[in-house]
């Protein structure tokens, strides 16, 4: 196989792969809530600092990651 063209659908799924991410950023910025300030994550505020820990936004972000690739490995058998 010629290199170059190997090159060329690497860069063009990464390509596609970073317009998708861009597009998905876009549109989750107008949904009601926002994703990583949902009820259930850590917050503390002292007063010299604070601390944020998204805990229930990364078990979302998980679940839907699982969902997403969990249907994209049963559609490529």
């Known amino acids: 196989m ?3 063209r190997e090159i060329g659908k690497l860069m063009l799924v990464g390509g596609a792969i970073l317009a998708a991410t861009g ?3 876009v549109f989750v910025a107008r949904l009601p809530f926002r994703l990583g300030r949902l009820p259930g994550d850590i917050v503390y505020h002292g007063r010299h600092g604070s601390f944020y820990f998204p805990i229930v936004t990364c ?4 679940v839907i990651l699982t969902l997403v ?3 994209v490995n049963l559609l490529r058998r």
Do not use: G, T
Request: net charge negative.
């Open 2 to 4: 010629d290199p170059l």
């Open 23 to 25: 597009a998905l950023l």
């Open 59 to 62: 078990i979302v972000v998980s």
């Open 69 to 71: 690739l969990w249907i």
